[in-house]
């Protein structure tokens, strides 16, 4: 299992309100391309978002399933990226400091293709993709929670 981390300069509650928002799911998750869908219950257990992975015009459309939730705490997913497979990834917030969160990024292959591939060669080929993952939703939380705070929501 690979695990990344990365303190994040708001509550966990902000964080936790960017990964609740489905549709912005490609814009913190490496790879994902495109969001075709959101199901109405999202974050719940069982809802879906329905996703391409990878470049226009060779990218994959499959789907995100949350597998666990906790709000606020933590939210566990199934990746999936047929023909290429299945990854359980976990998403764990943990208060830090005054009003920053340390969020740690956990991710596994559980189907397909990729899990014949040794855990340290499957380490090596996400941990950059998840840090940087990592640093897309610092960047939206901060954003979003900014907005938030000066009174000016988005236009």
């Known amino acids: 299992m690979t695990e990344v981390s990365r303190v994040i300069d708001v509550p ?25 869908g959101v199901d109405g219950d999202w974050p719940a257990v069982g809802s879906r978002i329905h996703h ?15 597998t666990a939730v906790e709000p ?46 040794p855990a340290a060669l499957q380490s090596l080929l996400v941990k950059p993709r998840n840090t940087e993952s990592l640093a897309r939703l610092a960047d939206l939380a901060t954003g979003k929670y900014a907005r938030s705070k000066s009174g000016h929501p988005r236009p």
């Open 72 to 117: 606020g705490r933590s939210l566990s997913l199934e990746a999936r990226g047929w023909p290429l497979g299945a990854a359980a990834v976990g998403l764990t917030l943990v208060p830090h400091g005054e009003g920053e969160t340390l969020v740690r990024m956990t991710e596994h292959i559980v189907r397909g293709p990729g899990k014949v591939l």
């Open 12 to 36: 966990p509650e902000a964080v936790f309100e960017v990964l609740a928002d489905g549709w912005l799911y490609a814009g913190w998750v490496v790879g994902s391309s495109h969001i075709r």
């Open 52 to 66: 391409s992975v990878g470049p226009w015009p060779v990218h994959i459309q499959d789907q995100t399933v949350v």
